[in-house]
């Protein structure tokens, strides 16, 4: 090629012209999209932000909610021949059920944190913020779930039902109820919390 | 202007071709968009039928639960003196926590149909979609909140407590369990569809 003769130059001449008007093009809609949608950047990079922190509050709250429910166990300080008054969470099958699915739900939300920092560093990434919402609803609905059958049977516990003769029992293990509503308000804080990182992410996901 | 001299033609000339130069462009452009796009506009068109759909078979779950629930009532054909064997769902806060839920997310999605409708007409637009997710994912919230509550009083109906002296009374009350049952598995069906809505929402927010 370099050392052609005039019949090939001639045909060489529109082969680099097309390869210079092959690329002018690309590099020009690239910068004009880059300056186009820069001010958009930040935002996404602010709710990229906004969503690492709220995940760490939520794991925090769903953290807290497993400890606290997890430790729930008192010991009366009386007991007869035959038994020990002693109540502690796995009596109640929604309890194990809480502790279960708060302790999946602090993990999903340790290893999601990595995926929040990659939307940080990329905000206009969408693979990774469809990942993280799919999970986190799914995180969301079993965090909502445990939250609620185990605040039903708190509920029960401080109130009983008369109409089945279900008596209450935190006169009595004033500090396990005490321990489980704990719990329970922390996995309903880490639920709100989740829900509204579902709804930052749909704000993130918006074509501009 | 139809009977104008030269000079006022001369003039006019200029300003029909202004007018014809800015609608140009505009048509050129609108053209383009819809080319470049089409095939996303059909997948787009696909998800917003889809939520649709998965909307009109979330309404139906829903309120076949609230039916279920609020006739769930059973009498037992002996009685005594002083007392008449009854099962109501309104014996249960949590039962009645339920139906009033239930009520409001069919409501709601009764109400969002003609928003989903929207979105099939005008695949693109954003606005109406965030409504839906915020809404959806708030409803959502609710419906698993009293599915899951009512479901540990179901299993609990069922199944009793014997650590602390909760007897079940599903023996006796074999109607009633059963209607109760079956809101809970209807309300939860509603739930997973909800779900399903609030990710395809996010695939449908997503930019190209």
Excluded at 3 to 18: F, V, Y
Excluded at 50 to 67: K, Q
Excluded at 70 to 93: C, I, M, S, W
Excluded at 99 to 117: D, H, K, Q, R
């Amino acid at each position: 090629m370099a050392t052609g003769k005039n019949g090939e130059t001639a045909i060489n001449m529109p082969e680099t012209k097309a390869s210079v008007k092959g690329t002018a093009p690309l590099l020009n809609s690239s910068k004009a999209v880059s300056t186009v949608e820069h001010p958009n950047r930040g935002v996404k990079k602010g709710f990229a932000i906004g969503d690492f922190v709220l995940r760490l509050c939520a794991l925090g709250a769903a953290l807290g909610a497993t400890v606290a429910m997890g430790n729930a166990d008192q010991v009366l300080p009386f007991f007869t021949q035959f038994l020990q008054f002693e109540a502690q969470y796995d009596d109640f099958d929604t309890f194990r059920f809480f502790v279960m699915a708060m302790g999946m739900v602090s993990g999903y939300l340790f290893i999601s944190l990595p995926f929040s920092i990659i939307c940080i560093i990329r905000p206009f990434a969408t693979k990774p913020r469809l990942f993280l919402v799919i999970f986190d609803s799914m995180m969301a609905a079993l965090t909502i779930a445990a939250g609620s059958a185990s605040a039903s049977m708190v509920y029960l516990a401080h109130n009983g039902n008369d109409d089945v003769n279900w008596l209450p029992f935190c006169q009595q293990f004033g500090d396990f109820c005490q321990s489980a509503s704990g719990a329970v308000i922390g996995s309903l804080l880490a639920a709100a919390l989740l829900l509204v990182i579902i709804i930052l992410s749909a704000f993130a996901l918006k074509r501009n």
